[in-house]
T-cell receptor, first 115, second 112 residues
Framework: ETGVTQTPRHLVMGMTNKKSLKCEQHLGHNAMYWYKQSAKKPLELMFV???????ENNSVPSRFSPECPNSSHLFLHLHTLQPEDSALYLCASSHLTGRGNTEAFFGQGTRLTVV | DQQVKQNSPSLSVQEGRISILNCDYT??????FLWYKKYPAEGPTFLISISSIKDKNEDGRFTVFLNKSAKHLSLHIVPSQPGDSAVYFCAASGEGAQKLVFGQGTRLTINP
């Protein structure tokens, strides 16, 4: 138990579906992240939210839409995905100080399969 | 352009021996380095970190070494145990940075 909870753990969706991934952190952190892990690739940072404001969007296609309603919750809304979007999606949180980052704590991930 | 590289996709070590995992980086602005461990179907878990003001940090069986001039860090696990079998990710960040940059990971297998 890392204090970061992701739901669902597994998701299979068609290319025309709309679904959402949810992440919740109970660590009092002020930054939250979405990462994508594809086979044999580094963890790819998708979005960063700091104090509920999106501060980074790493050229992610618009079919991925993040939402951060408060510092404890983060969503990733999915629509019209492609099969190549199948991957493990990881949420993380950390505490940003004036000196920068501390270690990030990860959720267990959502294994997404697009059919 | 990959700023953090783990050039060995896999490593196999005998139980009880030392495991050495390597990581290279290219961005001289990085000043904080971390190692994460990941089991299948789970998220990465933080293992150990080192600040650029140090060249070594030790925590039990785990030691991280940092060579700033070579832009290289390594993780030593001794003695290696079967439960250490996992994928290990190296990560780095710079002062004021709001993100961690990860390497590709190295799959470590400890053989009994």
């Amino acid at each position: 138990e890392t204090g970061v909870t992701q739901t669902p753990r597994h998701l299979v969706m068609g290319m025309t579906n709309k679904k959402s991934l949810k992440c919740e952190q109970h660590l009092g952190h002020n930054a939250m992240y979405w990462y994508k892990q594809s086979a044999k690739k580094p963890l790819e940072l998708m979005f960063v939210y700091s104090l509920e404001e999106r501060v980074e969007n790493n050229s992610v296609p618009s079919r991925f839409s993040p939402e951060c309603p408060n510092s404890s919750h983060l969503f990733l809304h999915l629509h019209t995905l492609q099969p190549e979007d199948s991957a493990l999606y990881l949420c993380a949180s950390s505490h940003l100080t004036g000196r920068g980052n501390t270690e990030a704590f990860f959720g267990q991930g959502t294994r997404l399969t697009v059919v | 352009d990959q700023q953090v590289k783990q050039n060995s996709p896999s490593l196999s070590v005998q139980e009880g021996r030392i495991s050495i995992l390597n990581c290279d980086y290219t961005n001289s602005m990085f000043d904080y380095f971390l190692w994460y461990k990941k089991y299948p179907a789970e998220g990465p878990t933080f293992l150990i970190s080192i600040s650029s003001i140090k060249d070594k940090n030790e925590d039990g069986r785990f030691t991280v070494f940092l060579n700033k001039s070579a832009k290289h860090l390594s993780l030593h696990i001794v003695p290696s145990q079967p439960g250490d079998s996992a994928v290990y990710f190296c990560a780095a960040s710079g002062e004021g940075a709001q993100k961690l940059v990860f390497g590709q990971g190295t799959r470590l297998t400890i053989n009994p």
